[in-house]
């Protein structure tokens, strides 16, 4: 079974199976900014969902190890989606950032088929 890597920031947060679903619940302060990083061979079908509180605008981001923007969900809500496949095995980076006076609560999801 083929496994990536999932960190938030620098700080190492699991071992993802790319057969399986991951998610994670937290806090995001307001006007800031959470950045995850994901590890993806080539042909990986990559899809990163957020749900938000409904408290602000939360909007996500993939980025390459280029630092080219992939693929983006920005809507004026909280609930986002990106999926991309990957065609360069290597790092990527999602980003999630809050746009909104206050704190959201979220739930994020990884999933790499």
């Known amino acids: 079974m083929k496994k990536s890597m999932l960190a938030v920031g620098a700080l190492l947060m699991s071992v993802v199976s790319l057969s399986a679903d991951t998610f994670y619940t937290d806090s995001i302060p307001p006007y800031s900014q959470f950045t995850y990083t994901i590890e993806g061979s080539y042909g990986d079908r990559i899809t990163v969902a957020v749900s938000g509180d409904g408290s602000t605008d939360l909007d996500l981001y993939a980025v390459d190890g ?7 969900s920005r809507s004026y809500g909280d ?13 990527f980076r999602v980003t999630l950032v809050n ?15």
């Not at 280029?66 to 983006?72: E, K, L």
């Not at 739930?107 to 790499?112: E, L, M």
Request: aromatic fraction near 12%; avoid cysteine.
């Open 66 to 72: 280029g630092g080219n923007i992939m693929v983006s």
């Open 79 to 91: 609930d986002e989606e990106v999926t991309w496949t990957v065609t360069g095995s290597g790092t």
């Open 99 to 113: 746009r909104g006076t206050w704190h959201n609560n979220f739930r994020i999801g990884f999933r790499v088929r």
